[in-house]
């Protein structure tokens, strides 16, 4: 099984800065198949990128996606008030997914 | 538009069994894998199980191997999961969510909004 650590737990920042998370796994990740999701309170995760880097439909440009192998990272270029959630990355190049612990962003 | 609605939730007692269910509209069930995630408060998501096109390959995380079934009937676009032997350490919202229709496009792409299980005496 693939463990994602991601980092930090907890990030405090403003509307208008920029965010940028981490992922990390145990092992790489085959093809890059990794994804970012946004979970807000009392809603359904979202999925915002997929592959490593393309967005999912509907998702505003300033959210990005990168990396490979087994680093990776979501970025969010100006934080709008919505954009205040916890963040998952999650595998999908084995057999069994796995997710990572989440990243909560917070206002500072 | 793509609706994924879970149903089956509830308070059970450790040792107990329910059946979640979760009904597809919008899409043709069947064209894709289906997974089963948990929420659990302040120690966010994990991924259950996933079932393939025709219900002909599942697989399970490892803490729910042997106590958890999913299954499928896509004449009636429904998902199922049927969970046995339930521990305190199940409860949580459960979520079920369209995957790909390969496995290298089985990111989760749409989410129901869940159906809480409590396990407790």
């Known amino acids: 099984e693939i463990v994602l650590t991601q980092s930090p737990g907890t990030l405090s920042l403003s509307p208008g800065d920029r965010a940028t998370l981490s992922c990390r796994a145990s092992q790489s990740v085959s093809g890059n198949y990794l994804a970012w999701y946004q979970e807000r309170p009392g809603q359904a995760p979202r999925l915002l990128i997929y592959g490593a880097s393309s967005r999912s439909t509907g998702i505003p440009d300033r959210f990005s996606g990168s990396g490979s192998g087994t680093d990776f990272t979501l970025t969010i270029s100006r934080l709008e008030p919505e954009d205040f959630a916890v963040y998952y990355c999650?595998?999908?190049?084995?057999?069994?997914?796995?997710f990572g612990g989440g990243t909560k962003v917070d206002i500072k | 538009e793509v609706q994924l609605v879970e149903s089956g939730g509830g308070l059970v007692q450790p040792g107990g069994s329910l059946r979640l269910s979760c009904a597809a509209s919008?899409?043709?069930?069947?064209?894709?894998?289906i997974h089963w995630v948990r929420q659990v408060p302040g120690k966010g998501l994990a991924w259950l199980s996933r079932i393939n096109s025709d219900g002909s390959v599942v697989f399970y995380t490892d803490s729910v191997k042997g106590r958890l079934t999913i299954s499928r009937d896509n004449a009636r676009n429904m998902c199922f999961l049927q969970m046995s032997s339930l521990r305190a350490e199940d409860t949580g919202l459960y979520y079920c969510?369209?995957?790909?229709?390969?496995?290298?496009?089985?990111?989760?792409?749409?989410w129901g909004h869940g159906t809480r299980v409590t396990v407790s005496s």
């Open positions: 999650q595998q999908y190049g084995t057999s069994l997914l796995t």
């Open positions: 919008g899409f043709a069930l069947g064209s894709y894998y």
């Open positions: 969510a369209r995957g790909g229709r390969a496995t290298v496009t089985d990111f989760l792409d749409s």
